[in-house]
C-alpha cells in the first residue's frame, strides 16, 4: 500500500492508503513521486466549484519522480531515470501530438481520477514514451535544479503558453494579468521571449514583488477601473500583447479592455465562473484575438527545460511553502486562504 | 431638400425630407448616392434588438455614388469621381489606420446617427482622403461593374475579413457558418484565398445554393447538433479554419465545436445576444483561436476591387432584391421576413 491524497469532497482532501500502482499496460511506467505540488486549478474542486469531480478520486497532477518498472514497450525512460511528467497524459504518435498540442491527445486524459493522482507516493503513468520526460543523468539528483524545473510539470509551461499565444516578441510590450503562480511564470516567460516592457497587474503585494524579481518592469496593483486606467495610460492605449493568466469574467474583461486594437490575448486561466460576455463585445470592436487555451506542456518541456538547466530560468520561487505528503491537506489550506502562491510537495 | 431613410422606432423606417448634406469641415467631401444596401446588421436596431438607437437617426452605411463636392483639403477624390465609402469612416493617418485596422481609427465613428445615413440621396463624407475608395473611370459608368462593386462597401470585405482571420491559406479545409449575405461572401473568399474544400453551414435552400454557386464545395443544411456531427464527421474531426458569419450565440457554439483542435474561428457577426459562455470553455479546452471582429473594410477593398474589375470576384448574387430611394422601407421589409438575402437600393 502507498499513501496518496484522496479527495472526499469540498475543504476535505486526506491522506489515505491505497493499494500499490501497478503496471497495466505495456506502454505503462511505475513512477515513485519525490517532488510534486498543489496547483491553483486544485482550489477549484477544493472550493466546490467542479461537481463532477468523484469522491474517492486520486488528486495532483503535477508528478516528479524516479522510475520504478517499465512495461514491455516502454522505451524512453527505464528504472533508475529521474523524470517529469506534464498534467496531461500524451500518447506521443497521434494527429495532434505530432501538432504539438498534447493536450488534445487521442489517447490523452489527465492525471486524477481513475489513475492515482500526483499527491501520492507513487503512479502509474500511462503512455510512458508520450508522456514522460527524462531528467538528464547529470542534473537528476540536483535538489536545486529539480526544485526549479519541477514548475515545467504545468504553471511554467502554462505562463509560457500565454506568452506563446499572445505573440510575444523581442522588443514587445506585454501586461500579464494575474499574479497567482502562472501570471508569475507568464512575467517570466515574456521577458525570455524578448519582451522589452512586462507590466504585471495583481491585488496582492507579496506576489508583486515576486513578479518584480522575476522581470516585470512595472506593477500594477489596483482593482477594476483604476486598474484599467492605469494599464491604458502607461502604454498609451493598451498592448498589443495581454497574457490573461486568471481565467474569471472579471480579469477577462479587465484583459479586453487593456489590449491595444489589434492585439492578442492569450489565456490560460481555466475558466471559471465566466457567464456573461460583454468581453467578447469588446474584443469583436477593437479586433483583439483571443489565442491559448489548455497549456500543451509536453511541446514546451524540452525548451524550457534546457534553460533551467543552463541556468537562465528559474521558476522555483513561485514555491513559497513546503510539504511532505502527509501535510497535503495543510497545503491546500495555505493555497485556498492565499497563505502561500504555491505548495510544494517532497517525499522522503 | 433630399429624401433619406430615417429610424423612428423598431420596425418603423420612413423616407423623408431631410436638409442637404453640406461641406463642414475642409476634409469632408459630398456625395451623390447612386447606389447603397440594406444590410443584415440593419435588422438589428430594426428588430429592437438595439435600444440605443436614437430616433430620427439616418440609416445606411453602404454609400456608392458621385462626388459633388469636396472641402479645401481632400486630395483623393475630385467632383465627378465615382467613389464607395466603408461602413467606416477612416482619416487614413493614424496610428491603426496605417496599420490596417481602419475601424479602430482614432477619428473614425460609422455612418448614420448625426451624419446623414447612406440609404438617401446624398452624403456629408468625412474624412474624403481617408475613407472614399475612387473607382477608376473606365469602369466608373459600368452598371454590372458597379454592382459587383457595391458589396465591398461591407459584406464581402466582411466574409473576407472572416476568412483571413481564420487563416485561410492554399490547400486548406474551411467551414463557413451562416449562409447570408457576409456567409456567402465568406465562401467566395475562402475560395479566392484557394481552399480546396469550403463546407457552408446554413438554413435555407436557396440561399445555399448560391453558397455553392459561390465555390462551397458541400453544403450542410441542419440544424443543431445533428449539423455539428455532419460537420465532423465530413472533416474527420473538424476544420482548421471555420468562418463564423452571424453572431449569435448558437453560432458561436456550433463555430466552437466545429472547429479542430488547434483550429481558428475568424468572427465577423456583431455579437447579439451571446450571454452564455459555453463557446469559450469549449475552445479553451482544445486550443481553438478567435480572431477577427469588426471588418476594416478600407484595408481590404483595394484588392478585392482589383479582382472584382478583373472579372474573377463577383458578389452580385446577393442581391437578390432591388428598390429605389422610396421602397428603402419595402427593402427592410423583405430581409427581416427572409424574403430577400440583401436588398441593393438604387437612385435614379
Known amino acids: 500500500m502507498i499513501h496518496a491524497a484522496i479527495y472526499h469532497g469540498p475543504g476535505d482532501i486526506r491522506v489515505e492508503e491505497v493499494p500499490d500502482p501497478e503496471i497495466e499496460e505495456p506502454t505503462d511506467a511505475v513512477v515513485r513521486i519525490t517532488h510534486t505540488a498543489v496547483c491553483g486549478s486544485d482550489l477549484w474542486f477544493y472550493r466546490g466549484h467542479r461537481e463532477e469531480m468523484p469522491e474517492g478520486a486520486g488528486v495532483g497532477h503535477e508528478p516528479m519522480g524516479i522510475v520504478e518498472e517499465v512495461g514491455d514497450k516502454v522505451r524512453h ?33 489527465g492525471w486524477g481520477g ?15 514514451n508520450g508522456t514522460l520526460v527524462k531528467v538528464p543523468e547529470r542534473y537528476a539528483d540536483d535538489e536545486g535544479v529539480l526544485e526549479s524545473l519541477l514548475p515545467l510539470t504545468d504553471v511554467m509551461c502554462t505562463g509560457h503558453h500565454a506568452a506563446v499565444s499572445a505573440g510575444v516578441e523581442a522588443g514587445d510590450t506585454a501586461i500579464v494579468i494575474g499574479d497567482g503562480a502562472v501570471g508569475l511564470c507568464g ?29 516585470a518592469t512595472e506593477v500594477i496593483s489596483a482593482e477594476g477601473e483604476e486598474a484599467i486606467e492605469a494599464a491604458r495610460e502607461t502604454t498609451y492605449g493598451g498592448a498589443n ?30 475558466p471559471a465562473g465566466v457567464e456573461t460576455t460583454d ?8 479586433n483583439v484575438g483571443l489565442e491559448g ?45 492565499r497563505e502561500a502562491v504555491k505548495v510544494m510537495v517532497k517525499n522522503e
Open 293 to 337: 487555451g489548455v497549456a500543451p506542456v509536453r511541446r514546451y518541456v524540452d525548451d524550457l527545460m534546457a534553460d533551467v538547466l543552463q541556468g537562465t530560468l528559474d521558476p522555483s520561487p513561485v514555491f513559497t511553502k513546503t510539504v511532505d505528503i502527509e501535510g497535503v491537506p495543510e497545503g491546500y489550506e495555505a493555497m485556498d486562504e
Open 187 to 215: 512575467v517570466l516567460a515574456a521577458k525570455r521571449l524578448g519582451a522589452e516592457r512586462v507590466i504585471a497587474m495583481g491585488h496582492h503585494e507579496d506576489r508583486l514583488e515576486i513578479a518584480e524579481e522575476f522581470g
Open 77 to 109: 525512460v527505464e528504472p533508475g531515470d529521474r523524470v517529469l511528467s506534464p498534467f496531461s497524459i500524451s500518447c506521443g504518435e497521434c494527429e495532434f501530438c505530432r501538432k504539438g498540442l498534447q493536450t488534445s491527445c487521442v489517447n490523452g486524459y
Open 279 to 286: 468581453f467578447v463585445a469588446t474584443m469583436f470592436g477593437k
Open 114 to 128: 481513475d489513475l492515482t493522482g500526483a499527491q501520492g507516493e507513487k503512479v502509474r503513468a500511462p503512455h510512458a
Open 241 to 270: 500583447h495581454v497574457l490573461e493568466c486568471v481565467g474569471m469574467e472579471s480579469s477577462m474583461e479587465t484583459a479586453a479592455e487593456v489590449a491595444r486594437p489589434g492585439g492578442t490575448i492569450g489565456y490560460v486561466g481555466v
